[in-house]
Structure formats: structure tokens, C-alpha cells
């Protein structure tokens, strides 16, 4: 058997030996991976209890804002402490005129803002009892269910139903007009994946009355007042920073210099120093200063050669040299005022070497 057979066996085996080896270690599973929710999922808490519904032939639909129709049943899956004047008289009408709301009852601070629970607060008696959990037991083998939220009281007079213990009621319906108010302690059990649990679902369909075929739901996920706040506080500020920090630097941009004010000219003189500053500005802002220096330049040598003709064969180190010599200058600072100006700084300078050596000529 030949060198390249024998690496050709070795390479097949070991190629068997890895498929062999893999089959066997490997094994199948199916998993379940929680995955966020996308699209309406994501904006809509009751996306998948409205699935349910229709799914039990319910006539459900999801809303953003209170509904117009007189619905048998309206969900409120915002805080109606939230919801301002009109919004709670559309609201209660509802409510007053024959439906059914079911609304978390928030927070024990809750009661003393908003018209909402001023109005129902004040009619049914309710307060706030502190907060407490509410273990609802399965049937065999399932764990129990536990709705944690803030407990009330209430007359009982404008009671209809309750759930709850001795320290107060955590699932409470209430007469208002012509239909009820069922305040429940949170609305995890009617959002999202709270239907996966079957304590949950059973639940649900208690206080719903999913049994009644003949009642049409509303599900309202949001409402518009409540929604562009929360939005603009919890997702909008980074784009209210940055717009913040633009704004600061386009401020500090147009500010005024600080320091100390200039002295004004004398009213005698101040028209006349404020037209050579326009002049001068004016020639400066041609050319950056050039054919202005030039001038100046020119004028100075013409000058200083009418006093030194022996300046006149002179250019250059020579010259400055010269010129320094005459009117006791240094020749550096001589040779950098007759050098082109390279910007408002070296402008100035300039002119003010040039000035001396034209007042000494």
C-alpha cells in the first residue's frame, strides 16, 4: 500500500470517528426562549387578552382612548388618577349609563389626586387600607396564584362584591349609576404572559364574566394625555439632553465677551473715533489687512529714505539693520513690521512698530 492510500485510509476513519463520536454525544431537545415582545405586543399590555377573547367568540377590541360606544365591559389598563377632567366625565358616563369597568386601584396616594378617585372615592366611601397579596389557590398541583396591591375599605352600602380579609379588600366591585366599578389590586393577570398561568386565566374569566357571550369589551392599553408623558420622560430623555446641551452652546455662543466694559470715547470726539474705526475695519476686512500694511510700509520707507539717502540701495537684513541703527529699534522687531501680517495680531503689531518709526522720522 502506497504513502498517499495509506493517508487517504487514515483521513476516512478519523472523519468516521468524528461523525460516530457526534451522533452519539448529541442529543435533541426542544427548548422554550422567552423572546421580546415586537410590534403591537410590545405597545399593546392587552394584545394577547384580546386574542383570548375573540378567541372565546367575545367581541373584544383594543383602544387608546376612552371608548364612544356604550361598552358592557371597559378594561382601563392606565392609571386613572392620570386621566384628566374630560376623560373621567366620558369615563363614568359610561359606567353610569349600564357598563362595567375594571380598573387597578394604584397606589394609596393615588386617592388624593385626580378627579377619578375624588368622584368614586368620595361616593362609594373608599380609603386606602395599605397594601397586601392575595393567594388565590389552585386545583391540584398548581401553585397558587399571589395579586399583591393596595387594600380599601368602603361603606358597605356601595358594595356588591368583595375579596380580601379582616385589614380590608384587595377585589372589590362597587354600584355607580346604573352599572359597577371592579377595582383589582394589579392588571398582571390580564397583561402579557399573566395568561400562561391557569390560575390566572381563571381569574381573568371571573372577573370578566368571559362566560357571557353576549357582552362586547374594550381594552383600553393607553390614553393619549397618560401616553406622551410617560414616552417623553422614560424613552425621550436623551434627545431632550442633547437638545439641552446644544442649546447651552449655541447660548454661550452668541454670548457677550466677559470682562470689564471699554471706556466710551468722549461725545465730542466719539463720532469722529467711531468713523476711523469703521474706516479702519472697513480697508482690514479687503484684504485681511495686506494692502493696508503695504501702504504703511511703503509710506515709512519713503519717509525714512527722504531723511537717510543711503537707504535707497538698501533691501532686505540690510535695510532693517539700517533702519534699526537709525532710530534705535531692535532689527528683529524691525524685520517683523515689514513682514506681510499673518493675522489681526501681527497686524497691530506691525502698525505700531511702523507708527514709532514714523513719528521718529
Given at each position: 500500500m502506497t504513502r498517499g492510500i495509506a493517508w487517504a485510509v487514515a483521513l476516512i476513519a478519523f472523519v468516521l470517528l468524528c461523525v460516530i463520536g457526534f451522533t452519539s454525544v448529541f442529543e435533541r431537545k426542544d427548548v422554550e426562549v422567552d423572546i421580546p415582545a415586537s410590534g403591537k405586543a410590545a405597545t399593546n399590555r392587552f394584545y394577547?387578552?384580546?386574542?383570548?377573547?375573540?378567541?372565546?367568540?367575545?367581541?373584544?377590541?383594543?383602544?387608546?382612548?376612552?371608548?364612544?360606544?356604550?361598552?358592557?365591559?371597559?378594561?382601563?389598563?392606565?392609571?386613572?388618577?392620570n386621566l384628566d377632567r374630560g376623560d373621567v366625565d366620558d369615563l363614568?358616563?359610561?359606567v353610569a349609563d349600564g357598563s362595567t369597568l375594571v380598573v387597578r386601584t394604584g397606589a394609596p396616594g393615588d386617592f388624593d389626586r385626580g378627579p377619578f378617585w375624588k368622584e368614586v372615592a368620595g361616593d362609594a366611601g373608599l380609603v386606602p387600607a395599605g397594601t397586601g397579596c392575595l393567594a388565590i389557590q389552585g386545583e391540584a398541583g398548581e401553585k397558587s396564584y399571589e395579586w399583591c396591591g393596595t387594600r380599601v375599605t368602603e361603606r358597605a352600602s356601595a358594595r356588591?362584591?368583595?375579596?380580601?380579609?379582616?385589614?380590608?379588600?384587595?377585589?372589590?366591585?362597587?354600584?355607580?349609576?346604573?352599572?359597577?366599578?371592579t377595582l383589582v389590586?394589579?392588571?398582571?393577570?390580564?397583561?402579557?404572559r399573566g395568561l400562561d398561568d391557569p390560575v390566572a386565566r381563571r381569574l381573568v374569566t371571573r372577573v370578566l364574566h368571559l362566560d357571557n357571550?353576549?357582552?362586547?369589551?374594550?381594552?383600553?392599553?393607553?390614553?393619549?394625555?397618560?401616553r406622551i408623558w410617560s414616552l417623553v420622560f422614560t424613552r425621550g430623555w436623551p434627545a431632550m439632553l442633547a437638545f439641552a446641551v446644544l442649546l447651552l452652546a449655541w447660548?454661550?455662543?452668541?454670548?457677550?465677551?466677559?470682562?470689564?466694559?471699554?471706556?466710551?470715547?468722549?461725545?465730542?470726539?466719539?463720532?469722529?473715533?467711531?468713523?476711523?474705526?469703521?474706516?479702519?475695519?472697513?480697508?482690514?476686512?479687503?484684504?485681511?489687512?495686506?494692502?493696508?500694511?503695504?501702504?504703511?510700509?511703503?509710506?515709512?520707507?519713503a519717509r525714512a529714505r527722504r531723511i537717510d539717502p543711503g537707504t535707497d540701495?538698501?533691501?532686505?537684513?540690510?535695510?532693517?539693520?539700517?533702519?534699526?541703527?537709525?532710530?534705535?529699534?531692535?532689527?528683529?522687531?524691525?524685520?517683523?513690521?515689514?513682514?506681510?501680517?499673518v493675522d489681526a495680531n501681527a497686524f497691530r503689531e506691525s502698525v505700531a512698530i511702523l507708527s514709532r518709526l514714523r513719528r521718529h522720522a
Amino acid at each position: 500500500m502506497t504513502r498517499g492510500i495509506a493517508w487517504a485510509v487514515a483521513l476516512i476513519a478519523f472523519v468516521l470517528l468524528c461523525v460516530i463520536g457526534f451522533t452519539s454525544v448529541f442529543e435533541r431537545k426542544d427548548v422554550e426562549v422567552d423572546i421580546p415582545a415586537s410590534g403591537k405586543a410590545a405597545t399593546n399590555r392587552f394584545y394577547a387578552l384580546e386574542g383570548v377573547m375573540r378567541g372565546m367568540g367575545l367581541a373584544a377590541h383594543s383602544a387608546h382612548g376612552i371608548p364612544d360606544d356604550n361598552e358592557s365591559l371597559v378594561l382601563l389598563g392606565v392609571n386613572p388618577a392620570n386621566l384628566d377632567r374630560g376623560d373621567v366625565d366620558d369615563l363614568l358616563g359610561l359606567v353610569a349609563d349600564g357598563s362595567t369597568l375594571v380598573v387597578r386601584t394604584g397606589a394609596p396616594g393615588d386617592f388624593d389626586r385626580g378627579p377619578f378617585w375624588k368622584e368614586v372615592a368620595g361616593d362609594a366611601g373608599l380609603v386606602p387600607a395599605g397594601t397586601g397579596c392575595l393567594a388565590i389557590q389552585g386545583e391540584a398541583g398548581e401553585k397558587s396564584y399571589e395579586w399583591c396591591g393596595t387594600r380599601v375599605t368602603e361603606r358597605a352600602s356601595a358594595r356588591i362584591d368583595g375579596l380580601g380579609d379582616h385589614k380590608g379588600d384587595l377585589l372589590v366591585t362597587l354600584h355607580y349609576g346604573e352599572g359597577q366599578i371592579t377595582l383589582v389590586p394589579s392588571l398582571d393577570p390580564f397583561s402579557g404572559r399573566g395568561l400562561d398561568d391557569p390560575v390566572a386565566r381563571r381569574l381573568v374569566t371571573r372577573v370578566l364574566h368571559l362566560d357571557n357571550q353576549e357582552q362586547s369589551a374594550s381594552l383600553v392599553y393607553r390614553v393619549d394625555g397618560d401616553r406622551i408623558w410617560s414616552l417623553v420622560f422614560t424613552r425621550g430623555w436623551p434627545a431632550m439632553l442633547a437638545f439641552a446641551v446644544l442649546l447651552l452652546a449655541w447660548a454661550v455662543s452668541r454670548a457677550v465677551r466677559f470682562g470689564p466694559l471699554l471706556d466710551s470715547p468722549g461725545d465730542d470726539r466719539r463720532a469722529l473715533v467711531e468713523h476711523v474705526q469703521a474706516a479702519g475695519e472697513f480697508l482690514y476686512g479687503r484684504d485681511r489687512g495686506r494692502g493696508l500694511h503695504t501702504r504703511v510700509c511703503a509710506g515709512v520707507l519713503a519717509r525714512a529714505r527722504r531723511i537717510d539717502p543711503g537707504t535707497d540701495c538698501l533691501e532686505g537684513e540690510l535695510l532693517y539693520a539700517r533702519l534699526a541703527e537709525r532710530f534705535d529699534e531692535a532689527p528683529a522687531d524691525i524685520a517683523r513690521a515689514f513682514q506681510p501680517p499673518v493675522d489681526a495680531n501681527a497686524f497691530r503689531e506691525s502698525v505700531a512698530i511702523l507708527s514709532r518709526l514714523r513719528r521718529h522720522a
